[in-house]
């Protein structure tokens, strides 16, 4: 046979198999009822999907980008809203010494969130669901903060906290160990989502002004975070940034000589640096200690140091390692895991918190949302830390398995 017939009779042969599969197809439709019944008679009765499929529920990658889904309001704009805890963003970045785009940040931190919600808030790590705790916790959004003046951005931060630390409180404790503010009232508890760390000292000013007293700070971050300022940078405004803010506080009286660092490893001038930072009223756990002194230890003496002191958590995303948090500003080789400093949070709890941030989260350096989903998984830690009166126990876990 030539190639030519061959040819010929593959082509026919190839016709009459996609004629078959036609035909099977048609065969099929008639035989199969409709995969969705669809009325389309005019007279029809008119369904809506609240009738037929009721609330819509989010899925975890859809629905508007709240903080793990919890109920949101623009609580600057609208003054009747109010909560026991709010979780606030800071699109804040134009005080940074090295890399900007943590205004990216608040956005970055529920993006990562989307995997948690209320209806399943609780850890075996916790024993708690900080979702059904009787608290109302609402996502506030952004404050509108100026990325062209640094000064009068400070003023927007610091007057948004204030407005919504103002707020009445709903239930009849906005949780667990808290502090009455100078009027003799509980307020509102703040998760601040950064932006760069500088917006510490607006929260720290509008604390001062609602509690009356210095606040002490645990701080985590591979930083110091007290420097007196940078070379080069000598005006009034450059001397407020990501690196300085608290030498700043300490200067104005907000925060007290009993804060603590902890998981410092950066590079220093020398032993100078420590020195100032002890005069800014800080003690220190280097990133090391995990290793020479253990979690418990490390645990004791923030406690130790702190004891029944109102008490505000800075939390700075660099302090874990850059392998499992690339996405931040001043990234610092050697760092902790997130295990780690999850298990250290969890033993912070019962002390007297007035609020909680975590900043420095740089979406643009992030592959993955691995450092977004870390942050907004401690973030769910803070809010089980302010609605627990201790460090959770076994006891909820069986232990005999
Ligand atoms: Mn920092």
Redesign the pocket.
């Known amino acids: 046979m030539s190639s030519d017939h061959l040819c010929v009779r593959t082509l026919i042969m190839f016709y009459i198999l996609q004629l078959l599969a036609f035909a099977s197809i048609v065969v099929q439709g008639h035989d199969q009822a409709p995969l969705v019944e669809s009325d389309v008679r005019p007279d029809a009765k008119l369904e809506t999907w609240l009738s037929k499929y009721g609330k819509p529920i989010d899925q975890p990658f859809s629905g508007f980008l709240s903080f793990s889904h919890i109920p949101h309001a623009v609580c600057l704009e609208d003054e009747d809203v109010s909560m026991d805890i709010a979780v606030l963003g800071f699109p804040f970045d134009t005080a940074v010494s090295y890399r900007p785009g943590a205004r990216f940040g608040p956005y970055a931190i529920r993006s990562g969130s989307r995997r948690q919600r209320d209806i399943r808030g609780y850890t075996l790590s916790w024993g708690v669901n900080p979702y059904d705790q009787g608290v109302r916790i609402i996502d506030c959004g952004d404050i509108p903060i100026t990325p062209f003046d640094n000064k009068l951005a400070l003023a927007q931060m610091e007057l948004a906290y204030t407005t919504i630390l103002n707020r009445p409180i709903v239930s009849k404790t906005s949780g667990k160990n808290t502090v009455l503010g100078k009027d003799g009232r509980d307020h509102p508890r703040i998760v601040s989502l950064g932006g760069d ?1 500088t917006i510490v000292l607006p929260i720290l000013r509008s604390l001062y002004k609602v509690y009356g007293q210095p606040i002490s700070v645990i701080h985590f ?1 591979s ?1 110091l ?1 007290t420097w007196s300022g940078y070379p080069g940078s000598d005006s009034e405004e450059s001397r407020i940034n ?2 300085t803010f608290f030498a700043v506080a300490q200067r104005e009286g907000l925060i007290s000589n009993s804060s603590i660092h902890a998981g410092i490893r950066c590079k220093l001038a020398g032993m100078i640096d420590i020195e100032h930072d002890e005069s800014v009223g800080f003690q220190l756990i280097t990133t090391d200690d995990i290793d020479d002194l253990g979690i418990p230890e490390i645990i004791k003496r923030i406690r130790r140091r702190v004891g029944d002191t109102p008490v505000y958590l800075s939390f ?1 995303i ?1 302090v874990i390692d850059p392998a499992l948090a690339p996405g931040t500003g ?1 990234p610092e080789a050697g760092g902790w895991t997130i295990r780690e400093v999850k298990r250290i949070i969890r033993g912070l709890a019962g002390l007297h918190f007035v609020g909680a941030d975590l ?2 989260v740089l979406p643009a350096y992030d592959h993955a949302e691995i450092t977004g989903i870390a942050a907004a998984d401690l973030v769910h830690d803070f809010l089980s830390l302010f609605l627990s009166e201790a460090p959770p126990s076994r006891k909820h876990l069986n232990d005999e398995l």
């Open positions: 760390h971050d930083h975070d990501h690196g700075d660099d001043t900043v420095e």
